[in-house]
């Protein structure tokens, strides 16, 4: 019996989603390369690596290399955030303006726009809470949303971008000049909420964002090549990244040689501003899957994290339901969301594999993990293409790894094959 058979898995099936991989993906040049790792029962099941790192320089994927995770750092910064409600410093019901005071008279615009003089607003229907961070409910938006004049300001201010000088501070002060796009908790939309949890980090802990997650997550997960920025000795490792090209293929989009990622950022983004590698990921994935600890560091209590994988959109909605995003890394029925990823709640409403509670999110390069605590399975997908709609990757990889599985914890173990 092979490893993958003996932690439920067909090998046969793994082998075929390889070949797959290289053929549908990166041979016709859809995706550069790829690092996946399937991790199921305390084990790693599979790894995959293929493809380049670095078309231009020829340079072939390695295990090691490193990603920038986007918007899969918002789990991570999540994580850090609740380390301080289980010490008591915080909680979800509290008001932001407990820590930001300035929010306390904050409005919600209705007409008008920045670079018109100004906007009409009306007061919130109730104040923004600490949970609206964590779920995107608190009326704040992203720059990219390109959606209304509250998306347009931030852009004019560069709200979020990591190269804009004024740091986090000068975030939360932009932030305090302009009214929200909709009342907290009355509507799901992507947007710089989890910039404003890095930032109430560093308020609440009075450490740099940057220390706290290497003291809280970094270092007691064991994640030695995730931060903000690569250092030198690092550099050769850094993968380019790609978009489409106009003509088909793939056009260099974030040169290692000269990424914004090679130097240490004015605004560390807990939204999107983190690089990492697949195993770094894992490590993480393996932490929330076994309830919060891995290698005898515990992070995080069991209950916080069964917390934080619950779907906490008001009334029990459905993201689908009460999303008003352009963008989003997933926005399809059967999906709730948690404090920090989404949360399957109809596996049959996705009409995808999954399990009930299982919990993901994904990276604007195309970058993707799920976590599914009835199978005990975490995988990660990583590649560097932006953006994540150029293709269904993740849709094909989920069909793929529950594919490939080949006993079932859901029914206690009563489909698992005899043992030969």
């Known amino acids: 019996m092979t490893k993958a058979e003996r932690l439920g898995f067909s090998a046969g099936r793994l082998a075929a989603f390889d070949a797959w991989l290289d053929a549908r993906y990166v041979a016709p040049g859809r995706l550069p390369g790829a690092v996946t790792l399937v991790h199921r029962r305390g084990e790693l099941v599979h790894r995959n690596v293929v493809g380049s790192m670095d078309l231009e320089r020829a340079r072939p994927m390695r295990e090691d290399a490193i990603f920038r995770i986007y918007s899969m750092s918002k789990p991570v910064t999540s994580v850090a955030f609740m380390t301080l409600v289980e010490q008591g410093l915080v909680a979800l019901d509290d008001p932001v303006s407990r820590f930001i005071p300035a929010w306390k008279h904050l409005g919600v615009a209705v007409a008008g726009a920045r670079s018109l003089g100004g906007f009409h607003t009306r ?208 926005v399809y029925p059967g999906l709730g969301f948690g404090l920090g990823f989404a949360v399957t709640q109809d596996v049959a409403a996705t009409m995808m594999p999954g399990s009930a509670g299982d919990y993901f999110w994904g990276g604007g390069a195309s970058t993707s993990f799920w976590i599914d605590p009835v199978e005990d399975l975490a995988v990660v997908f990583m590649t560097q293409l932006l953006p994540s709609t150029a293709s269904q990757i993740r849709r094909d990889l989920r069909h793929w790894i529950y594919g490939a599985l080949s006993e079932s914890e859901s029914d206690g173990g009563a489909r698992r094959r005899p043992a030969a």
């Open 123 to 330: 007061p919130l229907n109730r104040e923004m809470l600490v949970v609206d961070l964590l779920r995107h409910t608190a009326g704040l938006t992203y720059y990219f949303q390109a959606r209304t004049n509250v998306d347009a300001a931030y852009r004019e201010l560069a709200l979020g971008e990591p190269d804009n000088p004024t740091g986090l501070a000068g975030m939360i002060e932009s932030l305090s000049q302009l009214p929200l796009d909709y009342s907290p908790g009355e509507a799901w939309n992507y947007s710089v909420a989890t910039h404003v949890l890095g930032y109430l980090v560093e308020t609440i802990s009075g450490r740099p964002f940057a220390d706290y997650l290497q003291e809280a997550v970094f270092g007691p997960v064991g994640m030695p090549d995730t931060g903000f920025f690569v250092p030198d000795s690092k550099a050769e490792r850094l993968c380019a990244c790609y978009s489409p090209a106009p003509g088909g293929g793939l056009a260099l989009q974030d040169d290692p040689a000269h990424s914004s990622f090679r130097r240490v950022p004015a605004l560390a983004s807990g939204g999107s501003g983190l690089v990492s590698t697949a195993h770094d990921y894992l490590r993480f994935c393996r932490m929330l899957l076994a309830g919060g600890s891995i290698d005898g560091q515990q992070v995080l209590s069991p209950k916080t994290v069964e917390l934080m994988t619950m779907n906490h959109l008001p009334g029990g909605n459905t993201l689908d339901r009460m999303s008003r995003s352009s963008f989003s890394e997933a």
